[in-house]
């Protein structure tokens, strides 16, 4: 058959802990500790929702795939399957048609719990009728001016601007030099004075700015459609149609917010009740949202201990490896300071110090040397941008890094990055 279980029983003073892979042809659709105690109740399921994922996008896949799921699991874990999975709801491919087959082939098996499907469904409408009140206020926003060919560059652009002035801002350049190449620039301004404040003055905060567009970016450029290259033509924007592109920038918090409410509700579970016309979430585990906080706090502050280790270190060892055109590997060599740290940081982060052990098929070492090389790549290019004192034509060629596939294969080549490895990580992009 399609499923296979493979289970792995450990013995504990009061529980069993069971591992279970079942798998839907070769995929790994559900894996996970299943802590079961001596009254045999399910504690914790965790599904592969990346493989859940890459299934339902083929609904020739995913729907006979859920039909024999159906036949040997409880109404509560396909709907945990399908909620997970994004089939009934997605940000970034909300397909109707495949949500209205799913609940439909549902209650067409578990005709006995018609209420507990009808529930499920009215809270897929209700996180939807939240999305579409922002694209209520985007719409408001004067975004929708915006030719929709035109949608994903004008992002780019207007993001390239904010970040790249931002970065000259933080480096401590007057806003007067910084407009002689940006457009605009964000500040710090001291509204009793009425005057523009140095970066440094709260510098946190505009690190936290800087921190928080980078990190959302990438999830409202894939909302628009361009995960995959696709940025449409290639040609002059408008600088109105740039202005007006900063908005989606304005409206990032709530974003973030809405990113947040979808993510709960796919891998945790949400209550939604309406009362007068106000929604209320209500996460279902929310010792686990907990725990996830406070874990990400504790990295932040761990990498900030490894960081300060790192500079108060002594480096006269460091320092003889160091060499700008090595072609080996770290720890053997390093291009720069930056490469060492995050050698020990990815080190202390995955517990070993083995830069040899392969992720998608490249070394460790060779991810850290591509990311560096990219890295040393964006900071000449932002040092000529801003040297050259001139607000460039607002297209990809004058404010992005545009080169070829070749181009960046042969440049990690030249820095020690193996010929198949280089080929796999420009894949690992697209």
Not at 71 to 78: A, C, K, P
Not at 98 to 109: L, R, T
Not at 153 to 172: V, W
Not at 381 to 401: A, C, D, G, Q
Request: with cysteine.
């Amino acid at each position: 058959r399609k499923y296979k279980a493979v289970i792995d029983i450990q013995y504990k003073p009061h529980a069993i802990e069971v591992l279970i892979i079942a798998r839907h042809k070769w995929r790994n659709i559900y894996s996970g500790f299943v802590e079961k105690n001596i009254e045999g109740e399910n504690n914790l399921k965790i599904w592969n929702h990346y493989e859940l994922e890459a299934l339902f996008k083929d609904s020739k896949e995913f729907i006979p795939f859920l039909n024999e799921f159906m036949q040997n699991n409880s109404l509560e874990d396909t709907l945990e399957i399908v909620r997970v999975s994004g089939v009934c709801f997605n940000i970034y491919n909300n397909r109707q048609k495949i949500s209205k087959k799913v609940i439909s082939n549902i209650k067409a098996v578990y005709k006995s719990d018609i209420k507990l499907i009808d529930n499920f469904e009215e809270k897929i409408n209700i996180i939807n009728s939240i999305f579409k009140d922002f694209y209520k206020l985007r719409s408001s926003r004067k975004l929708d001016q915006i030719p929709q060919k035109r949608e994903v560059i004008t992002f780019i652009l207007s993001l390239e601007i904010m970040l790249g002035s931002l970065i000259e801002y933080i480096n401590g350049n007057s806003i007067h030099r910084i407009k002689e190449v940006y457009p605009y620039v964000i500040s710090l301004f001291d509204e009793g004075k009425q005057k523009i404040l140095p970066a440094q003055k709260d510098i946190n905060r505009v690190l936290g700015i800087a921190d928080s567009i980078a990190e959302f970016a990438g999830s409202l450029l894939k909302s628009m459609g361009g995960g995959k290259g696709n940025i449409g033509k290639l040609e002059t924007m408008r600088m109105s149609h740039i202005r007006v592109a900063r908005e989606h920038i304005e409206l990032f918090d709530l974003w973030s917010s809405l990113l947040n409410i979808e993510q709960k509700w796919r891998f945790i579970g949400t209550d939604f009740d309406i009362d007068n016309k106000k929604i209320h979430i209500q996460p279902k585990n929310e010792d686990f949202l907990h725990a996830q906080e406070i874990s990400k706090v504790r990295f932040k502050d761990q990498r900030s201990k490894w960081y300060t280790d790192f500079n108060l270190a002594d480096k006269t060892e460091l320092e003889r490896k160091i060499d700008q055109n090595a072609k080996k590997l770290p720890p053997a060599h390093y291009l720069c300071e930056n490469e060492a740290y995050y050698c020990i940081a990815i080190g202390e982060f995955l517990h070993t110090h083995d830069l040899n052990i392969r992720l998608l098929g490249v070394s460790l070492a060779e991810w850290i040397r591509a990311y560096v090389v990219i890295q040393i790549e964006a900071e000449n290019y932002l040092k000529e941008r801003f040297e050259s004192k001139v607000v460039k034509p607002l297209n990809l060629n004058n404010w992005t890094i545009m080169k070829t596939e070749t181009y960046w294969i042969n440049l990690f080549v030249s820095k020690g990055v193996s010929q198949a490895s280089a080929l796999k990580i420009i894949n690992n992009f697209k």
